[in-house]
């Protein structure tokens, strides 16, 4: 009964969801920031999604198939005539335009034992939540070029791309797909912002601020040079009126001696 309050809880909060045949969802802003990006999408897993189809005993996966967004994509199938799920790779499909391809999969999400609200705000235990709460496309910078790479292949996404994704719940030892999730809504990559459009500027201010700005630093270097200089010429008018006078001292004194003498 617990377990249900907290998977309530975590619906409430926007991380999950308890529905049958749900699409696959967009993580949460909240757990995942900036996301999209230029390449890669974060999605939430299938939590209680297809618990209703889970038979004891037997193995099950989910698979997350890709594509491009396109006029026919809401049609796609991922499984063949025998209801095997199809293993096209990013390759096959050229990045998902000619079709969807496998990205993933992960163990079936355990919708008895859920991410707790307290495990979220715990700095230490954030990041083995949110592996077990998400899913990020596009994830593997490497796996297209290494021929040895074991696993499937979750290559970068394109910028400003369009996309839709689907989970599969697979039982692994029939090789048979038990149940799918409809095609996700649209999902977009961001796009690469041109040098020439980016606001540098650290205020972001306008035209006229700039051009009002421009002046007054040029009146206040102005004014720091004339008081430096007026500074300058008052010391220096200080110190040649003190030369004078001793040189007027000077010449007093030498010609004060010879009278003396004389007088003697």
Known sequence: MQDHWVVLALCWL???????N?????????????????????????????????????????????????????????????????????????????????????????????????????????????????????????????PNFPGVCNPPLAEDTTYRFKYLLVDVVAGLVKEQTPWSDPMKTKRIKQSSTIDTWPGRRSGGMIVITSILSTLMFFLVVGFLASIFF??????????????????TTQQGAPRSQDSS
């Not at 926007?14 to 049958?20: I, M, N, S």
């Open 14 to 20: 926007g991380q999950l969801c308890v529905a049958q």
């Open 22 to 146: 749900l699409r696959p969802q967009i993580a949460n802003p909240k757990f995942a920031t900036n996301n999209p990006t230029l390449t890669t999408i974060a999605l939430e897993k299938p939590f209680c999604v297809f618990d209703g189809s889970l038979s004891p005993g037997s193995s099950y996966a989910v698979y997350l198939y890709a594509m491009v967004d396109t006029a026919s994509a809401i049609s796609s199938s991922v499984t063949d005539n025998s209801s095997k799920p199809l293993n096209t790779t990013f390759q096959d499909t050229n990045g998902g335009q000619l079709g969807p391809y496998k990205a993933a999969l992960f163990s079936v999400p355990n919708c008895a034992s859920p991410p707790k609200i307290a495990d979220v705000i715990n700095m230490k235990k954030v990041s083995d939540v949110l592996k077990q709460y998400l899913f990020r496309m596009g994830d593997d910078v490497t796996c297209l070029y290494d």
């Open 234 to 251: 008052t010391v220096a008018r200080a110190s040649g009126e003190a030369s004078t006078e001793t040189r007027h001292e000077s010449q």
